[in-house]
């Protein structure tokens, strides 16, 4: 505890020391990674590239693809796609961009050297890359992937000359790329960044300063008192407190589901399907988000939130039925209940502490004992990459990035994750067949049965789409959080 007291001391004073204001944004974590633009599409650490890096495409507040480095695309076969990239980017070192950026990317990501990187698993299509010009690239996919252009949307690039000298762990610390911002300074509770003098898509801010703060009390705290601008991951509660005060509190619905994932390859109760659907029953969800998430969200019963590509609307979520839940519980063999361990982390999302302890009392109602463990925030993430949880369930995001469909929302829960928690080898084989349709028709069709595969057999215990609640001074204009992962940074400004 003294230890973060003084990490929070040590970053507030650098706040205080700050001469040309920057926009302040306070994260309850920052990127274990740095700022290594190959390490993983999702947050934290895509918050934290999107300010330095671009990708070839990007999704609008739509979800549909934009050029971004690439100002065009065509399909030249089942495999192979051709990228033009946009003329007259420079990066922050001067270099111009030219296919190299992108074929040193993809070369790496396909390489054996970045097993360790979350981006080769979230991209696993990707076989390799050649230019045919300075400004014209070539990628080859390992099988049909209609998607390619949805799947770049997560990959930023970052300088190849810097990338080859410095090496990946350096390059982390010394990140040279194309966006708005350019690194000044890394320490491990304030990250400092300028606006890049030479962005093809400058910010009007004068710089930028990313924070970690760990409880969100702090991070509500630093609005109220003027020293930040931005807080992420925040709860209803602390909205209400920084719109009573004059600022913003903006709540909306990430393109990802939350849930309780069960670790599958452990035996014990929860390998039967029954009793999954038990869970699910048994926790009236409804009761948790307009108790302790404002109403905010809806819940699910299925892979995909709305708006994500494979979304089926005909899929109802699991209804509240603790008398169904301990039929189906009896008919498993476990009447009298059973007891299973959930590991967690608390103060990553809004009010999860409480939430864990509605679900663990729900699940007592039908005899069911769900003890927590609680886990620090790196702890936690780190056990996620290596699935090393020693408990039989976590609480995880079903993740939509970066292709915004659900194939890659089950991705992580199938058998094609390197360390998977859930396996069933015959749903693979329809993975695949969605993922590799051209037939748009046939395409949607196939993401549905999957979509039903999932609830059917239900992995998790499927609770809502992802809210997120951000708090915004009101010193900032033209705030905009694209689909929850890039911050539109060329379009904010702080007011005087």
């Given at each position: 505890m003294k230890i973060w007291r003084g990490a929070v001391i040590a970053a507030m004073a650098l706040i205080a020391d700050a001469q040309a204001e920057p926009l302040r944004i306070a994260v309850d974590i920052l990127p274990p990674s740095l700022a290594n633009p190959y390490r993983t599409s999702l947050p934290p650490t895509v918050w934290t590239n999107a300010a330095m890096f671009d990708a070839l495409t990007r999704f609008d507040e739509a979800g549909k693809v934009q050029p971004s480095l690439a100002v065009s695309w065509e399909k030249i076969d089942a495999l192979t796609w051709r990228f033009k990239l946009r003329d007259g980017v420079r990066f922050h070192n001067g270099e111009p961009l030219t296919s190299d950026a992108i074929v040193t990317g993809i070369q790496y990501i396909t390489s054996d050297d970045a097993i360790r990187e979350g981006l080769k698993r979230e991209i696993g299509i990707l076989k390799g890359a050649r230019a045919i010009d300075t400004l014209t690239v070539e990628i080859t996919?390992?099988?049909?992937?209609?998607?390619?252009?949805?799947?770049?949307?997560?990959?930023?690039?970052?300088?190849?000359?810097?990338?080859?000298?410095?090496?990946?762990?350096?390059?982390?610390?010394?990140?040279?790329?194309?966006?708005?911002?350019?690194?000044?300074?890394?320490?491990?509770?304030?990250?400092?960044?300028?606006?890049?003098?030479?962005?093809?898509?400058?910010?009007?801010?004068?710089?930028?300063?990313?924070?970690?703060?760990?409880?969100?009390?702090?991070?509500?705290?630093?609005?109220?008192?003027?020293?930040?601008?931005?807080?992420?991951?925040?709860?209803?509660?602390?909205?209400?407190?920084?719109?009573?005060?004059?600022?913003?509190?903006?709540?909306?619905?990430?393109?990802?589901?939350?849930?309780?994932?069960?670790?599958?390859?452990?035996?014990?109760?929860?390998?039967?399907?029954?009793?999954?659907?038990?869970?699910?029953?048994?926790?009236?969800?409804?009761?948790?988000?307009?108790?302790?998430?404002?109403?905010?969200?809806?819940?699910?019963?299925?892979?995909?939130?709305?708006g994500v590509n494979g979304y089926d609307a005909a899929i109802r979520p699991y209804p509240y039925d603790p008398a169904a839940a301990k039929k189906l519980l009896s008919e498993a063999g476990y009447a009298k209940g059973f007891?299973?361990?959930?590991?967690?982390?608390?103060?990553?999302?809004?009010?999860?502490?409480?939430?864990?302890?509605?679900?663990?009392?729900?699940?007592?109602?039908?005899?069911?004992?769900?003890?927590?463990?609680?886990?620090?925030?790196?702890?936690?993430?780190?056990?996620?990459?290596?699935?090393?949880?020693?408990?039989?369930?976590?609480?995880?995001?079903?993740?939509?990035?970066?292709?915004?469909?659900?194939?890659?929302?089950?991705?992580?829960?199938?058998?094609?994750?390197m360390l998977p928690w859930y396996c069933d080898t015959g749903v693979t084989s329809l993975m695949v067949a969605a993922r590799t349709e051209f037939d748009e028709a046939k395409a949607v069709d196939l993401r549905h049965q999957l979509a039903r595969h999932y609830h059917d057999q239900a992995p998790a215990l499927f609770m809502y789409e992802s809210p997120t609640f951000v708090g915004v001074s009101s010193r900032v204009k033209n705030y905009k959080l694209i689909n929850g992962t890039h911050y539109a940074f060329n379009e904010m400004e702080l007011a005087k």
């Amino acid at each position: 505890m003294k230890i973060w007291r003084g990490a929070v001391i040590a970053a507030m004073a650098l706040i205080a020391d700050a001469q040309a204001e920057p926009l302040r944004i306070a994260v309850d974590i920052l990127p274990p990674s740095l700022a290594n633009p190959y390490r993983t599409s999702l947050p934290p650490t895509v918050w934290t590239n999107a300010a330095m890096f671009d990708a070839l495409t990007r999704f609008d507040e739509a979800g549909k693809v934009q050029p971004s480095l690439a100002v065009s695309w065509e399909k030249i076969d089942a495999l192979t796609w051709r990228f033009k990239l946009r003329d007259g980017v420079r990066f922050h070192n001067g270099e111009p961009l030219t296919s190299d950026a992108i074929v040193t990317g993809i070369q790496y990501i396909t390489s054996d050297d970045a097993i360790r990187e979350g981006l080769k698993r979230e991209i696993g299509i990707l076989k390799g890359a050649r230019a045919i010009d300075t400004l014209t690239v070539e990628i080859t996919t390992t099988e049909p992937t209609p998607l390619l252009p949805r799947y770049m949307t997560g990959m930023m690039f970052g300088e190849p000359k810097a990338w080859r000298a410095l090496g990946r762990d350096e390059f982390a610390r010394k990140p040279v790329g194309t966006g708005p911002f350019q690194m000044n300074e890394i320490t491990n509770n304030v990250w400092k960044l300028s606006a890049a003098k030479n962005a093809w898509r400058p910010t009007k801010l004068e710089g930028l300063e990313v924070i970690a703060l760990p409880e969100a009390s702090t991070r509500t705290s630093g609005i109220l008192a003027g020293r930040l601008h931005i807080a992420m991951s925040l709860s209803p509660d602390n909205l209400q407190v920084l719109e009573e005060a004059g600022n913003k509190g903006i709540g909306g619905v990430d393109p990802a589901i939350f849930g309780i994932s069960f670790i599958l390859f452990k035996k014990g109760p929860l390998q039967d399907v029954r009793v999954r659907r038990a869970l699910n029953m048994a926790v009236n969800r409804q009761r948790i988000v307009d108790a302790l998430l404002g109403g905010a969200t809806v819940l699910t019963g299925q892979p995909a939130a709305r708006g994500v590509n494979g979304y089926d609307a005909a899929i109802r979520p699991y209804p509240y039925d603790p008398a169904a839940a301990k039929k189906l519980l009896s008919e498993a063999g476990y009447a009298k209940g059973f007891t299973f361990v959930m590991d967690a982390a608390t103060g990553i999302d809004a009010n999860d502490s409480a939430i864990y302890q509605q679900v663990q009392s729900d699940l007592r109602e039908i005899g069911v004992t769900m003890e927590i463990r609680t886990i620090p925030a790196v702890q936690y993430y780190n056990a996620l990459r290596a699935t090393e949880f020693s408990g039989e369930a976590f609480p995880v995001d079903w993740q939509s990035w970066p292709t915004l469909d659900v194939t890659r929302s089950v991705l992580a829960h199938s058998c094609q994750r390197m360390l998977p928690w859930y396996c069933d080898t015959g749903v693979t084989s329809l993975m695949v067949a969605a993922r590799t349709e051209f037939d748009e028709a046939k395409a949607v069709d196939l993401r549905h049965q999957l979509a039903r595969h999932y609830h059917d057999q239900a992995p998790a215990l499927f609770m809502y789409e992802s809210p997120t609640f951000v708090g915004v001074s009101s010193r900032v204009k033209n705030y905009k959080l694209i689909n929850g992962t890039h911050y539109a940074f060329n379009e904010m400004e702080l007011a005087k």
